[in-house]
């Protein structure tokens, strides 16, 4: 069992900044894989940027040069920096997480999700 909690969602004006936060918890497994998925309405859950342990961050076209994901990996923290919004980037954002745990990984590991809501 892990637990992923999100922060730091609310409304901004287009070309505007908002920091999201995102803590896992629990215990009997590792991180792996960390980061932020979306979904806007009516729409897919789509991915937004991750960073697996020791790797690189990957981000969805949509919000290179924009977006900035890092991890705090003693503290398993990540963090979804978000420069010059745009309104098609109004969405729940949510956490994610793929956990080790007995050498078996699992990916379906979700916040609950937090509203950004872009205005024009």
Same mark, same amino acid.
């Given at each position: 069992q892990v637990q992923l909690?999100?922060?730091?969602?609310?409304?901004?004006?287009?070309g505007g900044s908002l920091r999201l936060s995102c803590a896992a918890s629990g215990?009997?497994?590792s991180i792996a894989t960390m980061g932020? *998925?979306?979904?806007?309405?009516?729409?897919?859950? @789509?991915?937004? +940027? &991750?960073?697996?342990s020791g790797g690189a961050p990957n981000y969805a076209d949509s919000v290179k040069a924009r977006f900035t994901v890092s991890r705090v990996?003693?503290?398993?923290?990540? *963090?979804?920096q978000m420069s010059n919004l745009?309104? @098609?980037?109004? +969405? &729940?954002?949510?956490?994610?997480?793929t956990k080790i745990q007995h050498g078996r990984p699992s990916t379906n590991n979700w916040g609950?999700?937090?509203?950004?809501?872009?205005?024009s």
């Open positions: 909690v999100e922060s730091g969602g609310g409304l901004v004006q287009a215990s009997g497994f932020w *998925f979306r979904q806007a309405p009516g729409n897919q859950r @789509e991915l937004v +940027a &991750v960073v697996a990996y003693g503290t398993n923290l990540v *963090f979804l745009k309104p @098609e980037g109004t +969405a &729940v954002y949510y956490c994610y997480a609950q999700g937090t509203q950004v809501t872009v205005s």
